[in-house]
C-alpha cells in the first residue's frame, strides 16, 4: 500500500484549522462545497464536487482540535474519475501547535514568523493506496493544490480575526 503524505505550516491557532477541516463553512473555503459537515464521530461529511452523486467521507475519528480521520464510504464506478480508488482510503489530518525550541530561526524567517505568533502544523496523509494506483500522482499533487487553499483560507481569517 502506498501513502500520500503532506506537511503544511500554517499561520493559524490550531483551534481555527481544525473548524476549516471540521465544518461546513471551512471545508466550502477550501475544499468544495460542503452539503453535510458536522465535527461528530459518525457523522459522513458529503461534498458536491460534481462528479454526478456526493463525495462521503465517514468521520471515524474526530479528537479536537487534534487529530481528524476520516473513511471514504463513496464508490464511484467510473474509471476516468480519481475518486474512483477511494473506497475505504482513510484520510487524517493531525495538528499540531508550533513553533517551539527546535523550529530553526531561518525557517521562522521564511514563514514569515515573528517571537511569540503561533502557528500550526498539518499532517495529512492519504492511506490506502494500491501500488498500481492509476489516480495516485494525480491526487498527490492534488492534494497539495488543496491544503494550500486551506492555508490561505486559514491564514486569511487569521490577518482579518475572523475565527
Request: hydrophobic share 35%.
Amino acid at each position: 500500500m502506498k501513502m500520500i503524505e503532506h506537511e503544511v505550516w500554517i499561520r493559524a491557532e490550531k483551534k481555527q484549522v481544525f473548524d476549516a477541516i471540521t465544518t461546513r463553512e471551512g471545508l466550502d473555503a477550501w475544499w468544495g462545497k460542503a452539503l453535510t459537515a458536522e465535527p461528530e464521530r459518525d457523522h459522513v461529511v458529503e461534498f458536491d464536487h460534481g462528479l454526478g452523486e456526493p463525495l462521503r467521507m465517514r468521520s471515524t475519528e474526530l479528537n479536537p482540535p487534534q487529530t481528524v480521520t476520516w473513511r471514504c464510504i463513496s464508490d464511484f464506478t467510473e474509471p476516468g474519475n480519481p475518486a474512483s480508488e477511494w473506497l475505504g482510503h482513510r484520510l487524517h489530518f493531525d495538528l499540531e501547535q508550533g513553533p517551539d525550541e527546535s523550529t530553526p530561526q531561518w525557517l521562522q524567517d521564511r514563514l514569515g514568523i515573528e517571537r511569540g505568533d503561533r502557528f500550526t502544523v498539518l499532517h495529512f496523509r492519504h492511506q490506502g493506496w494500491d501500488a498500481d494506483a492509476r489516480w495516485f500522482g494525480f491526487c498527490n499533487c492534488g492534494w497539495g493544490v488543496t491544503l494550500h487553499g486551506l492555508k490561505r483560507y486559514c491564514e486569511e481569517r487569521n490577518q482579518t480575526g475572523e475565527r
